[in-house]
């Protein structure tokens, strides 16, 4: 159809269809392109940075291994100080426990010294009797007591001294004075009450009390044989 009235009709050059893939393949890249910067602009006005992120991980991993090494060293040094301040503890003690033991030996020496002055041979009448290291003392068992003496003869000491000891033990119970008499009035002299010497013997022994019993003192009495009144009596408090 011709004039006014005919469809317009246009006519273009033909696009091979190489060129046509290649345009869409440009369009494609531009398009990834726009993406990836349109992707890092985001990070950037965000202040998020994946380069200084590894970075930044990278000096934090270092910074944290160094305080573990840090760590590590002053573990090492704390334990070591540790055994020498024990160390240290350990030689205190016993230096401490050295000189409790040096101070007990002193004073057990000046005993030793003035007991074996009274052994000294003196020019008085014969037959002296003397007591020497007397005493009492509260042992961990409950209600029982241990006590121990030297009976010591003075003088020229011709001859041997025979005879007994008897103690009198002064305790309070239930707020009554008590007083217990070893060995029993009634009952005859052991072995351990006996005396038989010439220069010293050692008398020793334990006792019991009733439970809530308080030993307050002590008191021996040393008999020859052959008298009714004692040669010697002292007393000694309890400790």
Do not use: C
Not at 48 to 72: C, I, M, N, P, Y
Not at 99 to 115: C, H, P, R, S, Y
Request: hydrophobic share 40%; proline share 3%; no cysteine.
């Amino acid at each position: 159809m011709f004039g006014i009235s005919a469809p317009h009709m246009a006519v273009r050059a033909a696009i091979p269809w190489y060129l046509r893939s290649l345009l869409m393949l440009v369009l494609a890249v531009a398009a990834v392109f726009l993406v990836k910067a349109t992707y890092d602009f985001g990070k950037n006005f965000a202040g998020f940075d994946q380069s200084k992120a590894d970075g930044e991980l990278a000096r934090l991993t270092e910074s944290h291994a160094k305080l573990e090494q840090e760590v590590s060293k002053i573990r090492g040094q704390l334990a070591q100080s540790e055994r020498q301040l024990q160390m240290e503890r350990v030689t205190y003690e016993d230096v401490i426990k050295q000189m409790k033991v040096l101070t007990g030996e002193n004073a057990q020496l000046k005993e030793d010294l003035a007991f074996f002055q009274t052994l000294m041979p003196s020019g008085g009448k014969d037959g002296g009797v003397a007591v020497n290291r007397f005493l009492v003392q509260n042992d961990p068992l409950p209600g029982e007591y241990h006590y121990r003496l030297l009976v010591t003869q003075t003088g020229q000491r011709n001859k041997e001294f025979q005879g007994t000891v008897q103690f009198l033990v002064n305790l309070q119970h239930d707020n009554k004075k008590i007083v217990l008499t070893l060995p029993a009035e009634t009952d005859k002299p052991n072995n351990a009450f006996k005396l038989n010497f010439r220069f010293y013997q050692r008398v020793e022994g334990t006792f019991r009390v009733a439970a809530g019993a308080v030993v307050k003192s002590m008191q021996v009495r040393v008999y020859e044989n052959g008298s009714a009144e004692p040669r010697l009596t002292q007393a000694v408090n309890a400790s």
